[in-house]
């Protein structure tokens, strides 16, 4: 079992910033991949960010490429997503997910997931 926990979210105004963390225990974090999705009220839950078990790859979404940076301490069993230049379509719940393969898109293919974490972007 792997416990995680987003933390980080909050309201900020377009253009902000926000850094979101996971925060992982239980089974070895550091061999899992790790990826971020979000789900804003009304829509279905999809795919952000995802960074390899070893944090030397990642991966992101075409519609936040550019903006979110994703990165992880092991050392810390940590995880993070940076967003910068925040727009309203933004606005969401955000999860950190870990699942044992790498370069997964899925919401079936996350093994573990975190409670999520309120991103609210005003206009």
């Known amino acids: 079992q792997v416990q995680l926990v987003e933390s980080g979210g909050g309201l900020v105004q377009t253009g902000g910033s926000l850094r979101l963390s996971c925060a992982a225990s239980?089974?070895?974090?550091?061999?899992?991949?790790m990826g971020w999705f979000r789900q804003a009220p009304g829509k279905e839950r999809e795919f952000v960010a995802a960074?390899?078990?070893?944090?030397?790859?990642?991966y992101f979404a075409d519609s936040v490429e550019g903006r979110f940076t994703i990165s992880r301490d092991n050392g810390k069993n940590m995880g993070y997503l940076q967003i910068d230049s925040l727009i309203p379509e933004d606005t969401a719940v955000y999860y950190c997910?870990?699942?044992?393969?790498?370069?997964?898109?899925?919401?079936?293919?996350?093994?573990?997931w975190g409670q999520g974490t309120q991103v609210t972007v005003s206009s």
């Open positions: 960074i390899s078990s070893s944090g030397v790859s990642t």
């Open positions: 997910a870990a699942s044992r393969r790498w370069l997964r898109v899925s919401v079936k293919d996350y093994d573990y």
């Open positions: 239980g089974r070895t974090f550091s061999y899992y991949a």
